[in-house]
């Protein structure tokens, strides 16, 4: 059974930073597309940041050069550094993974992330003070 936890949310200040945590049992992150969402009441869940199988990370524009999504494969964990805080970037901060599609391409393997993530945390909640 898979299971993700985050952990690392509560209050800050409004342009200080935290970390984010997310533990995972059942599947190694390192195998997987991983990355971090975020939503708040009423809105739909926003992607933040992920990590392709390449290592790859992408962002969203909202959070561009203020947050860094990392992992440790070593202790199967993913991290989500948040900076610059907004009060816009109050939301409750969900870890997600899902299993690539491998496929090979003139010899060569490739791995493509799913459209939809299969694996989701409960949610970690930041609240932003001014």
């Known amino acids: 059974q898979v299971r993700l936890v985050e952990s690392g949310g509560g209050s800050v200040a409004s342009g200080g930073s935290l970390r984010l945590s997310c533990a995972a049992e059942?599947?190694?992150?390192?195998?997987?597309?991983v990355g971090w969402a975020r939503q708040t009441p009423g809105q739909e869940r926003e992607w933040v940041a992920r990590i392709d199988m390449d290592d790859r990370m992408t962002y969203s524009k909202s959070v561009q050069g203020r947050f860094t999504i990392s992992q440790d494969k070593a202790k199967n964990l993913l991290y989500l550094d948040v900076n610059l805080v907004k009060p816009e970037d109050a939301a409750t901060y969900t870890c997600a993974a899902g299993r690539p599609t491998r496929f090979v391409d003139y010899g060569t393997v490739h791995y493509k992330c799913p459209r939809v993530y299969a694996y989701w945390g409960q949610g970690t909640h930041v609240t932003v003070s001014s």
């Open positions: 059942g599947i190694t992150f390192a195998e997987n597309c």
